[in-house]
């Protein structure tokens, strides 16, 4: 039960009391909801380090309910002499007045303070003196039910990650974006090459503190500051926006989807971990042995003792699925080559053309089909990466390079409105080249084993 308290609860009432006002103190409790994930115990288990933040935690919370409070008092019996032209810094602190009971913000912003304060020392009263059990309470089944969901959204939450990352990258394509875009690319690569899913997972450890960097850049900049003219188009330049009624969907969805981001990696960075640690590890480690029997839904060992999270060796899911792909998938990959190179013709297009061309006259064995799928996928991602950096750059520069838009369409770069929808379907063109080749890199490991 105190995982879901201080794994769930506290840091859902924490973002909750960040988002609902822009200010300094609403600031400091977004700051304790990142720690508070990036040092979340897994759940089911102990973690005691966490005490050093619930601490602050409660304190903070206590100190911002009596200040606000007292701020309440005096503004009510001061309000006729009350001088609203010098309220600036209390806006930007994050005190307020109640204007209406329509729209009682205060009220709301109170609540979940005390909420806070009270669930942050429920744990601490409860694990570290130890003077209720959990398990002897009415809380008892409830905490069963979430720590035996949590098994299954582990798993919900590594299939998902990917997909959440790409939407992060695309959404809002901007400099600051980039990273995710590429860190997508590069593990669909690794994917392909290595048959791993945990290829699919490359850099998330950087990209994991990148996210936590970005989103406090972010709320930072939807501070009520009259910010200079040089610093909003730094803001700008980079990807940064105002949250506003005027604020586009796109931008909105970057927002959310970069908060989900990093909320699911804080839930799945350990069984990351432990899973980069497993296949690290040489067969007979005592250390491997130890671990939860959890992990081995993505981690398999072949016959010949080698470590692997390719789920297609799976005897069932193997012959399905090649066989699948080899009746359907193959042709259908052929004729979204050649639909794209036609439909977007340029010279980067031939070169899938002429890839469409070789594999129709020469029927190349599986070896070297592999090698041509991996090269191909290579260079339909960099065709990618190479759109979505013209794409960002075009609005900065497109007094000059506006009036060559022949040369670089020629060259297969194009200006789009809307480039999410463009990457997303050129991400799953390369899609269908990387189940290509993880399908001839099975059928090799496969053969292997037999």
């Given at each position: 039960m105190a995982s879901f308290l201080v794994g769930f609860l506290l840091p859902w009432l924490l973002l909750a009391a960040a988002l609902i006002n822009w200010s300094l103190i609403s600031f400091v409790d977004l700051i304790a909801f990142l720690l508070l994930l990036f040092i979340a115990p897994d759940f089911g288990y102990r973690f005691q380090r966490?005490?050093?933040?619930?601490?602050?935690?409660?304190?903070?919370?206590?100190?911002?309910?009596?200040?606000?409070?007292?701020?309440?008092?005096?503004?009510?019996?001061?309000?006729?002499?009350?001088?609203?032209?010098?309220?600036?810094?209390?806006?930007?602190?994050?005190?307020?007045?109640l204007k209406s009971w329509r729209n009682p913000t205060v009220m709301y912003f109170l609540a979940l303070q005390l909420l806070t304060s009270l669930v942050s020392l429920a744990d601490i009263y409860t694990s570290r003196f130890g003077l209720v059990r959990w398990r002897d309470t009415c809380w008892s089944p409830f905490s069963q039910v979430f720590e035996h969901l949590g098994s299954h959204l582990r798993v919900a939450t590594c299939l998902l990650l990917p997909a959440v990352q790409l939407a992060v990258g695309i959404c809002n394509p901007s400099w600051i974006s980039l990273p995710f875009f590429i860190g997508s690319c590069a593990g669909l690569v690794d994917w392909s090459l290595t048959s791993n899913v945990s290829g699919l997972f490359r850099w998330w450890r950087v990209l994991y503190i990148y996210s936590g960097f970005n989103i406090i850049l972010l709320y930072l900049y939807q501070l009520p500051i009259n910010f200079s003219d040089m610093i909003r188009w730094?803001?700008?330049?980079?990807?940064?926006?105002?949250?506003?009624a005027e604020t586009e969907g796109p931008d909105i969805c970057s927002g959310l989807f970069l908060l989900l981001f990093f909320i699911m990696l804080s839930y799945v960075r350990s069984d990351l971990e432990d899973m980069d640690f497993i296949m690290s590890t040489s067969e007979n480690n005592l250390a491997e042995r130890l671990l939860p029997p959890k992990y081995s839904f993505f981690i398999r060992e072949s016959r010949a003792g080698v470590r692997h999270t390719n789920v297609l060796l799976r005897g069932a899911v193997f012959k399905t699925?090649?066989?699948?792909?080899?009746?359907?998938?193959?042709?259908?990959?052929?004729?979204?080559?050649s639909f794209?190179?036609?439909?977007?013709?340029?010279?980067?297009?031939?070169?899938?053309?002429?890839?469409?061309?070789?594999?129709?006259?020469?029927?190349?064995?599986?070896?070297?089909?592999?090698?041509?799928?991996?090269?191909?996928?290579?260079?339909?991602?960099?065709?990618?990466v190479s759109t979505y950096i013209f794409n960002v750059a075009f609005s900065f520069l497109n007094t000059k390079v506006g009036k060559d838009m022949k040369i670089w369409e020629m060259v297969g770069l194009w200006h789009y409105t809307i480039p999410g929808f463009f990457l997303l379907a050129q991400f799953g063109l390369g899609m269908l080249v990387a189940l290509g080749n993880l399908v001839n890199n099975s059928v090799f490991l496969y053969l292997s084993e037999e």
């Amino acid at each position: 039960m105190a995982s879901f308290l201080v794994g769930f609860l506290l840091p859902w009432l924490l973002l909750a009391a960040a988002l609902i006002n822009w200010s300094l103190i609403s600031f400091v409790d977004l700051i304790a909801f990142l720690l508070l994930l990036f040092i979340a115990p897994d759940f089911g288990y102990r973690f005691q380090r966490s005490h050093w933040l619930l601490w602050p935690i409660f304190f903070f919370s206590c100190l911002i309910i009596v200040a606000q409070v007292v701020y309440l008092v005096l503004s009510d019996a001061l309000a006729p002499d009350w001088d609203t032209s010098d309220t600036g810094w209390m806006s930007l602190t994050g005190f307020m007045i109640l204007k209406s009971w329509r729209n009682p913000t205060v009220m709301y912003f109170l609540a979940l303070q005390l909420l806070t304060s009270l669930v942050s020392l429920a744990d601490i009263y409860t694990s570290r003196f130890g003077l209720v059990r959990w398990r002897d309470t009415c809380w008892s089944p409830f905490s069963q039910v979430f720590e035996h969901l949590g098994s299954h959204l582990r798993v919900a939450t590594c299939l998902l990650l990917p997909a959440v990352q790409l939407a992060v990258g695309i959404c809002n394509p901007s400099w600051i974006s980039l990273p995710f875009f590429i860190g997508s690319c590069a593990g669909l690569v690794d994917w392909s090459l290595t048959s791993n899913v945990s290829g699919l997972f490359r850099w998330w450890r950087v990209l994991y503190i990148y996210s936590g960097f970005n989103i406090i850049l972010l709320y930072l900049y939807q501070l009520p500051i009259n910010f200079s003219d040089m610093i909003r188009w730094i803001a700008s330049f980079i990807g940064l926006f105002r949250i506003s009624a005027e604020t586009e969907g796109p931008d909105i969805c970057s927002g959310l989807f970069l908060l989900l981001f990093f909320i699911m990696l804080s839930y799945v960075r350990s069984d990351l971990e432990d899973m980069d640690f497993i296949m690290s590890t040489s067969e007979n480690n005592l250390a491997e042995r130890l671990l939860p029997p959890k992990y081995s839904f993505f981690i398999r060992e072949s016959r010949a003792g080698v470590r692997h999270t390719n789920v297609l060796l799976r005897g069932a899911v193997f012959k399905t699925f090649s066989i699948n792909f080899f009746t359907y998938g193959f042709p259908v990959s052929l004729f979204a080559l050649s639909f794209w190179s036609f439909h977007f013709a340029s010279l980067c297009a031939f070169g899938l053309l002429a890839y469409v061309g070789y594999i129709i006259y020469a029927f190349p064995s599986l070896f070297r089909l592999h090698r041509l799928n991996g090269l191909l996928l290579v260079f339909i991602l960099f065709w990618a990466v190479s759109t979505y950096i013209f794409n960002v750059a075009f609005s900065f520069l497109n007094t000059k390079v506006g009036k060559d838009m022949k040369i670089w369409e020629m060259v297969g770069l194009w200006h789009y409105t809307i480039p999410g929808f463009f990457l997303l379907a050129q991400f799953g063109l390369g899609m269908l080249v990387a189940l290509g080749n993880l399908v001839n890199n099975s059928v090799f490991l496969y053969l292997s084993e037999e």
